[in-house]
């Protein structure tokens, strides 16, 4: 999303992979709106979108404070969020008895920017991992949509083509939402990387068959410990990758690292709207966007957006500061020394 | 389905939840169509079709040779299918130069029967390892629809419901086709068994939760070892259930065994059209089953049908004649002395 004219700049995810639309939100509540509906997402992206949000609030001269709680109630997993608005609220300070306005911007603008610089560093020490014609597994979407400009566990991919690498992509779907399906595959046709979309369960299989490589997903929040919340569905890939001996990786920045939360058990996962489950949205034969029921009128859904991939499951995080192992002590060490990485 | 007037009735999966309609096969070819398209699913329906498929050819004067290879062919994966139509075939003998079709209609109905009643005894065996309450995590369809009258998988929940023991469902929806959100979950509403729809990949988190107590699903070949194939997710569900030491049953009639495959490598997985991933079918909100489009027009799909779950991960076969471990000892054992089991 971006900064433009006073408002928050941002393309509507929700249509994609048919309509590619822009949209603007103008005050918190839309911002906040933008988020909850799941038209924002990805868990750097929320992060910058509340920033920006916050931005918002000083020129419509909305309470920061309440913004601060209305942005940070939209979704309760990602803690890119929380991070994103707290930079932006040590700004300042105030002028007079008024917020400055252009302090928050201005660190709006730069947690944006130092979230691209991520990114695109997590691309630089992830493509390392990479052999030529690696076959890499990523479920949901942690590409451009989900952190501007490299994405997080699609970096390494995009950086290793464009070394010559000729990555091979498998896009697993992402149920319910389809973020794999819709924006994942749209940005691989987008890139020209080679890839072919899977159901969900059908990851396993082809682990089992030796075909899939390296598996690299995003994630929501890392926990102290190294357990680490991503959409629903990742736990699932890191046990067959387990279970099949392949390498399973979570690419992130470190704002994504909550080491207040001690372990996976700790992490709030967000149980959303079951009409995620029961209907699904797409393009009809005659163009139009259209959801359709799949399940029967009495049936009742639960639907956690999230699941938690123990410590234990993962072979490394790949950041901008390098590919830390999941452990306690290497996590700690980070955040004491982040330069040395 | 069944026999009427000289054809083979069917109730046409494809609609449900959302219609209930039957339909009617005259030629080999309609059976045969109503199979690959999947109009008629499950393992052991599809071999007490085919087998039904055989005796209208007698009708119609078709060759009995060139039905059975029509039929044969329509899906590579479940073992069912041939076990039904070579029981048919073993009927007889040729009346003069003809087939005898009474021979070979009645070997169906035997057939037919035979499966129901190995269902009902799955139950039977099956409703002895719930408790009272016990929640269980189902994937596909393994109901009335696959197998009639009670089901493999689903038939001990039936049994245990009837016994009063209270029995909760997870319906994982089965991506691609979603025979668990569409066609289970329809069986559990009209059964009136407390359930809930789940995305394939919430089955692990749930298990990890500790909110499932068993996963139970049925099966399309059984090798001589215990590799098992089924719908595609259940060996994601499996290694889900090993990790977190939750039970996982196979329900299954000993037609599904095929000791002459050694093993799961060795059992053919049938893949299918892309369409199945890029469309999703349902309803409308004008009442209309329509299909979408959620995948990008230039993505393409891999989708295998099924998957092979190795037998080191399955605690059972609960099957009509008990419950039999997941060894080829074992395995062998009950086809020398079936009665004994």
């Excluded at 396993?204 to 680490?228: H, S």
Aim: charged share 20%; glycine share 10%.
């Amino acid at each position: 999303m971006w900064w433009e004219g006073g408002a928050v700049g941002y393309i509507d995810q929700r249509l994609l992979p048919h309509r590619f639309e822009s949209a603007t939100a103008s005050t918190v509540t839309q911002v906040a709106e933008a988020i909850t509906g799941m038209a924002v997402r990805g868990a750097p992206t929320i992060g910058v979108m509340a920033a920006y949000g916050i931005a918002l609030a000083t020129t419509t001269g909305e309470s920061l404070s309440d913004a601060y709680d209305t942005l940070l109630s939209t979704r309760p997993t990602a803690v890119n969020l929380k991070v994103g608005l707290d930079t932006v609220m040590a700004a300042g300070p105030d002028v007079g008895d008024k917020p400055d306005a252009a302090a928050i911007l201005g660190a709006a603008r730069m947690h944006d920017n130092s979230e691209v610089t991520a990114a695109r560093d997590i691309g630089r020490h992830g493509a390392k991992l990479l052999a030529h014609g690696s076959r890499v597994l990523t479920h949901c979407n942690a590409g451009w949509m989900a952190a501007q400009d490299w994405g997080t566990a699609t970096s390494p991919i995009y950086t290793g083509a464009r070394e010559g690498m000729n990555p091979f992509v498998w896009v697993s779907e992402t149920r319910p939402r389809l973020q794999g399906a819709r924006i994942t595959a749209w940005e691989m046709v987008n890139e020209g990387i080679d890839h072919r979309l899977i159901a969900d369960s059908a990851g396993a299989q082809l682990m089992r068959q030796r075909k899939v490589d390296i598996v690299i997903t995003g994630a929501d929040r890392i926990a102290a410990n190294g357990d680490t919340a991503n959409k629903i569905g990742t736990y699932s890939h890191a046990l067959a990758a387990r279970a099949n001996g392949i390498p399973f990786y979570i690419a992130t920045p470190l704002t994504t690292f909550d080491t207040d939360t001690p372990d996976g058990e700790s992490i709030p996962i967000e149980e959303r709207d079951e009409d995620e489950m029961v209907f699904v949205e797409g393009l009809t034969d005659t163009g139009e966007i259209q959801r359709v029921r799949v399940a029967p009128l009495e049936t009742k859904v639960v639907n956690p957006a999230f699941d938690v991939t123990p410590a234990t499951l993962i072979t490394g995080f790949i950041t901008e500061v390098g590919v830390i192992p999941a452990t306690p002590d290497a996590i700690a060490d980070v955040f004491r020394h982040p330069i040395r990485w």
